[in-house]
């Protein structure tokens, strides 16, 4: 009954909207790759809730060292979580990754990859929001190259994008 009081209140027909116009929905995220040339961009955004356990202010140490971990597990686990195929040769450097107050109540994590790949992507690209962070279900992604625009929605790390 909790979980399902805690998603009505932060449907984003109630929650106010950032300047970026996303939605604040606990247990979904969402990652956009750009890519122009064989460099690019990924970057992924969710609410804390679903990657810390809480959105609270972190006070307790306990508290401290899961914000402190979920954060790591994102600048050091940036290939689980967009898994370009093999032979693309992609390489994600984690650039800037953060959490921050999304009004009084909310809290976003974010995590923004420089992108490198040594061949063009050919094939699918998969993700794994859900094994790193079994509270986050869903994923919706989208890609923009200089050849392709696509978006899917990924829940529970099933499913691909193929740009
Ligand atoms: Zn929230």
Redesign the pocket.
């Known amino acids: 009954m909790k979980t399902v009081l805690?998603l009505i209140l932060?449907s984003p027909l109630l929650?106010p909207q950032g300047k970026t116009q996303k939605a604040?929905v606990?247990g979904a995220a969402q990652i956009s790759i750009a890519l122009d040339g064989l460099k690019g961009e990924v970057e992924f955004e969710a609410?804390?809730?679903g990657i810390v356990g809480f959105?609270s202010e972190a006070r307790t140490p306990a508290q401290k060292k899961l914000v402190q971990d979920a954060l790591s597990i994102l600048k050091n686990r940036g290939a689980e979580l967009v898994i370009f195929p093999a032979s693309s040769g992609c390489k994600l450097t984690p650039k800037e990754v953060d959490l921050h107050r999304?009004g009084a109540?909310?809290?976003e994590v974010h995590a923004h990859y420089a992108l490198v790949c040594s061949k063009p992507i050919t094939g699918e690209i998969k993700f794994g929001a859900t094994r790193l962070f079994p509270k986050t279900r869903e994923v919706t992604v989208t890609f923009v190259s200089d050849q392709s625009q696509k978006s899917a929605k990924i829940v529970g790390d099933a499913g691909a994008l193929k740009p």
Do not use: S
């Open positions: 805690i932060c929650f604040h606990h609410p804390a809730e959105e999304e109540q909310h809290a």
